[in-house]
């Protein structure tokens, strides 16, 4: 398995403090030793760093702890390999672009029996995790060729996840830069930081920040994970079936299936 | 204008030194502080780094420099902005996906009176250069729906880069992560290195370095790029209209139009 990181937030936020706990469960205190990646948006660009290395290895990840890229949408992963083998083209998150948007997907979970038709969008490694991806885009595509906006969307976008659900275990994060969409199959829990900001400490190495001292009173930053982060704040789990469409740190929608 | 850098090796090589001269020109000894990024291939991955800061001054391009990645196939791009602002939306290479690969880009040129069709593959962010990515991908893909060797593609690749140059300069590089695509409009040189190795002097740094003592007797490693990189060395000059295949450090094909 897999663990998931996201976030969304009403100002360009830098996700070190929560990066460097994810990171720690690469091959640290976490078995997740197959590979990390983490997609930052900037505009309409998005900054992709990946590494096939276990994470707490990787001069990669040690280059992102060291420089805090802003960013108002944050999708990151790390990976234990169970289909597919150690190779970057299998390494999440995976990028494709759509209605001229870069859209950034990471998966937890295993898919059984499940070989979508190719059409368009096509897996370039061998994981369930691009093959579903993949398969979501062209439901999308075929759906909607032309942008519609995302509450025209999100039934598709819920259809597709109940369908990938019904194969296996399915928790996702789905961003196109605008939105973060997630969906929880199994696990996923999640944390909304606003004013008054206080400490939090990591769970997974011997780190605190002050929130209040690197924020305004406006910010705010929902972080998402498959395990909660930290030790000394309440996390809200999600619950097997529920989605949430969040921006700029807020929930905009949620339902469950 | 930009700078181009592109590399065909028949074994895993680092780009490091020539990366170190291009990254020279990037607000060093050259004008093009606009954004950098280089795209290495390991397998059917492919490893982006981009920034949209001046390369001399980016702190990704150190760890690049630093972290020495051994691929086949590479592509890196310096700009210098004509056409759409400063963004990382805006910076080369850039990628899509097509018949389960990923296709790497860089554009050296100015296009005027170019406003291709929307179809299916679309820009991201407001330069030519994207725009005629995402149409040479439309060609493509309306020509061949389905994946083609590249004899059958050569065809339709060089139709359209003829046609681009008809609308301004295009220089360009090009590849799926099996084959390098260049297309000279204006400028390009290229270097084809193979036994006996001897050392190179960089143009734009206090940089030597010695091929003998880092390559073994059968590696053949071509690198093109807008100049000439090193100072000690022959650099074929290509002429307005070549166009040249690569695959493992050889030529496969060339032409002129």
């Known amino acids: 398995m897999c663990e998931l990181l996201g976030m969304s937030a009403n100002v360009p936020t830098d996700i070190v403090f929560s990066f460097t ?50 960013s108002e949408t944050v999708i990151g992963h790390i990976r234990q390999a169970n ?9 999440h998150p995976f990028v494709r672009e759509l209605w001229g948007r870069n859209w950034c997907f990471a998966h ?33 595509r075929s759906a909607f060729p032309e942008p519609v906006p995302v509450d025209v969307l999100l039934p598709v976008l819920v259809a597709a996840c109940g ?8 928790n996702c994060l789905l961003s196109n830069g605008d939105w973060l969409f997630t969906f929880c199959s199994t696990k996923l829990a999640q944390i909304t930081r606003r004013a008054p900001f206080g400490p939090a400490q990591l769970k997974d190495a011997e780190v605190t920040v002050d929130f209040h001292a690197e924020t305004t009173p406006d910010d705010v930053v929902t972080v998402i994970a498959t395990e909660p982060l930290t030790a000394n704040e309440t996390w809200h789990r999600h619950e097997p079936g529920d989605w949430t469409l969040w921006r700029r740190g807020e929930c905009l929608a949620s339902g469950r299936i």
């Open 21 to 70: 706990g994810l990171m720690q469960r690469g091959g640290g205190t976490g078995p997740h030793r197959d590979g990390w990646g983490i997609g930052f948006y900037e505009g309409r660009g998005l900054r992709l760093f990946q590494d096939p290395e276990a994470s707490v290895n990787s001069e990669v990840a040690k280059l992102v702890q060291r420089y805090p890229i802003k």
């Open 83 to 91: 289909v597919g083998q150690v190779a970057l083209a299998n390494t």
């Open 108 to 140: 937890n979970g295993q898919l059984a029996d499940f070989t979508p038709p190719s059409r368009f969008y096509r897996p370039v490694g061998d994981t369930d995790s691009e093959a579903a991806f993949c398969d979501l885009l062209n439901r999308v």
């Open 163 to 170: 369908h990938y659900r019904g194969k296996g275990v399915f």
